[in-house]
């Protein structure tokens, strides 16, 4: 009915009006507003409810003015027009919507000459607190070529609680042709007697002829207007025998549904049956004729123009729903839902639709499963069917006439491999004479047994796959890495013997000996997580090296630099010569160099890469330790070191 966003309304009223609303106190409001998910103008009375919600009580008038923004050339326009009780349309309303296009012809004299074409749509409706009751009329006109000519023509027609009852003719005005609706309703909304349809079918202007008892479709006739040749005919005899069945008293399980629905009349009739084909356009001419009149009630019509409430209606049978049935219907649902989530997870696996080709057995899966969800979505609307109260009013001999397209003895599945059309024949068995529901009912349960199996079969299949691919994916970054590493070690360009000598034995004992035992180790491993856990600790040996080079690579040359450090130069008043001499002899010499020679030799002889690290530490911290010490006074640490002493007194003569 209308949309009234309360808090930015709240606000506003408060900006425009200068007193504070009170229970039952009518104001006035005036301002934009947003009606129908229309965003115009409204004048109307309203007061604030105890909740404080805004209730519209009084008359009411909205009002739309769009110009297109593109080039200005087309007006849209909407007026409605009634009255309100507590927020209830009440009396009679008019709507009118205006589309008007100009087109520019010409400029003579400083005059604008244009053209004009427009189309006009007027309802005027009668409600009575918000329920559709009253006479209504409704009607479309086109304007151009400086004439008014009617677009659509309704008599004036009744509804009464919401349904429409009586009479109804409808006329829409094609270029040369007119199509028709003309028909009876009774007082409760429901088709009655003789029904006509005109309109054009492709190119032949059709009309149609329908019988209703009481809701009960007893035929259809659809005739080749200009030729007059019978284009269907379909008679409901069995519609026609059962009613006179009922009427005669003669059934007993069988009666008339309280229920009424919408312009489909159906016993149990699938989409496709001659009993279904036969009404479909006229009900969609009549369900668009009906949506355009309803276009202002949003519970009649949502915001995507569909018809969501009829009023008119049809009527269907009732038939018991057995104990069978009943236990059928409680296991449908879940045996369908656990089907369901099993077929579209597959269907959709991207593991398998890329590896599909590797595998006879995994290109089968990938087309049964693409083959199952299509099947799904025919079998998904009767299964709604079955399970929710709609199965009352359907006939089941009916609905399995023509046999059901899923449920198969066998069904054979191509696909390709290997560069051929290759085929599997999927079996199914039933029970002789069992129910719709069973039948239903065994097929899923086949079908997810049928699934199970074969997804089990996927996801072992695909795990070893996935667990081939990861290891082959490792196993080429190994050596990828190996690779680069190699190269790094090997163009190394070092500054002297010893430093070649360190690098060497580095890269035999790293780099290739151990490297190769834990190669070794890996391929001597049988599981994916053991080998996927050795090969990640192959690849750290690897990046760790890589990660220690520039240290490696800088021991000789700060130790040379140290070196250079401990000399001064001396003058030799004899000879008349400057010479450079050893300072600190014995904390560079004894001490220091001792030592460094002692943790180089040690990092040659390591076999374990997790170690080189702690080696280069000690190395570094020795370093930085003589750099520290050049310019102090060392002559208590030179006392304690002697000539000859251990490693162990040195690191604690330096503080190491």
Excluded at 102 to 131: C, H, M, N, P
Excluded at 175 to 189: A, T
Excluded at 318 to 330: A, L, M, Q, T
Excluded at 466 to 494: G, M
Aim: charged share 30%; glycine share 6%; no cysteine.
């Amino acid at each position: 009915m209308f949309r009234l966003l309360k808090a930015s309304l709240s606000l506003f009223f408060i900006l425009v009006i200068s007193h504070h609303l009170t229970a039952q106190q009518r104001d006035r409001y005036e301002g934009e507003y947003t009606y129908n998910n229309e965003d115009g103008t409204a004048v109307f009375s309203f007061y604030e409810g105890r909740d404080g919600e805004i209730i519209i009580d009084g008359s009411f008038n909205f009002s739309k003015r769009t110009i297109d923004t593109v080039d200005r050339t087309v007006l849209n326009k909407l007026n409605v027009i009634g009255r309100y009780i507590e927020n209830q349309k009440d009396g009679v309303w008019r709507y009118d919507n205006e589309t008007h296009r100009v087109e520019l012809r010409d400029v003579v004299d400083f005059e604008v000459i244009t053209d004009l074409e427009s189309e006009d749509y007027e309802l005027t409706a009668e409600y009575q607190k918000g329920i559709l009751q009253g006479t209504w009329q409704y009607r479309e006109n086109k304007f151009e070529r400086n004439r008014i000519e009617p677009l659509f023509r309704s008599e004036p027609f009744t509804f009464q609680n919401n349904k429409i009852v009586g009479n109804i003719s409808f006329e829409q005005f094609g270029d040369y042709l007119s199509y028709n609706i003309n028909g009876r309703l009774n007082n409760q909304g429901v088709m009655v007697g003789e029904w006509e349809f005109t309109y054009m079918e492709d190119t032949v202007y059709v009309r149609e002829t329908r019988r209703y008892e009481d809701g009960f479709l007893l035929g259809i006739r659809r005739t080749n207007i200009d030729t007059r040749e019978v284009i269907q005919e379909v008679i409901y005899y069995d519609i026609i025998n059962r009613l006179d069945r009922i009427n005669q008293g003669e059934e007993t399980e069988i009666g008339i549904a309280e229920e009424r629905f919408g312009l489909e009349f159906s016993d149990g009739y699938r989409e496709g049956f001659q009993e279904m084909q036969g009404q479909a356009l006229g009900n969609e001419f009549l369900r668009h004729v009906l949506s355009r009149i309803l276009q202002y009630d949003e519970g009649f019509v949502n915001e995507d123009g569909e018809l969501i409430q009829y009023p008119i209606h049809t009527r269907r049978f009732e038939y018991p729903v057995s104990k069978e049935d009943r236990n059928n219907i409680g296991e449908i649902g879940e045996v369908f839902e656990n089907l369901r989530e099993e077929i579209e997870g597959f269907s959709t696996m991207n593991a398998l639709a890329i590896n599909r080709f590797r595998d006879d057995s995994l290109a089968f899966a990938y087309e049964y499963y693409q083959r199952r969800d299509s099947t799904l979505n025919q079998l998904e609307p009767i299964v709604e069917m079955l399970t929710s109260d709609q199965i009352r009013f359907i006939n089941q001999e009916n609905f399995t006439r023509e046999g059901l397209p899923f449920l198969l003895e066998s069904d054979t599945i191509r696909y390709d491999y290997s560069e051929e059309v290759r085929e599997k024949v999927v079996e199914y068995s039933y029970e002789e004479d069992a129910s719709l529901t069973s039948r239903v009912l065994s097929y899923i349960q086949q079908e997810l047994e049928k699934s199970s199996q074969i997804g089990g079969y996927i996801t072992s299949e695909l795990e070893v796959l996935e667990q081939t691919d990861d290891l082959a994916t490792l196993e080429a970054r190994i050596l990828e890495r190996k690779a680069e590493v190699d190269s790094i070690y090997l163009n190394h360009e070092a500054i002297s013997d010893r430093d070649l000598q360190m690098f060497e034995s580095v890269y035999s004992n790293i780099l290739q000996s151990e490297f190769n035992r834990m190669s070794q180790s890996y391929s001597e491993l049988d599981t994916y997580l053991d080998r996927m856990q050795k090969g990640e600790v192959i690849l750290d040996l690897i990046n760790e090296m890589q990660e220690q080079f520039d240290r490696l690579a800088a021991v000789y040359p700060t130790i040379a630099d140290i070196d250079e450090l401990y000399q001064e130069e001396t003058f030799n008043p004899f000879t008349y010569t400057r010479y450079n001499v050893r300072a600190k002899e014995r904390l560079f010499d004894n001490g220091g160099m001792v030592l460094f020679i002692h943790y180089v030799r040690q990092l040659e002889q390591e076999e374990d890469y997790t170690q080189i690290k702690s080696h280069l530490d000690n190395i570094e911290r020795l370093q930085e330790r003589l750099i520290e010490l050049r310019d102090q006074d060392t002559r208590r640490i030179e006392r304690r070191l002697g000539r000859r002493t251990s490693i162990n007194r040195i690191e604690a003569a330096l503080d190491l």
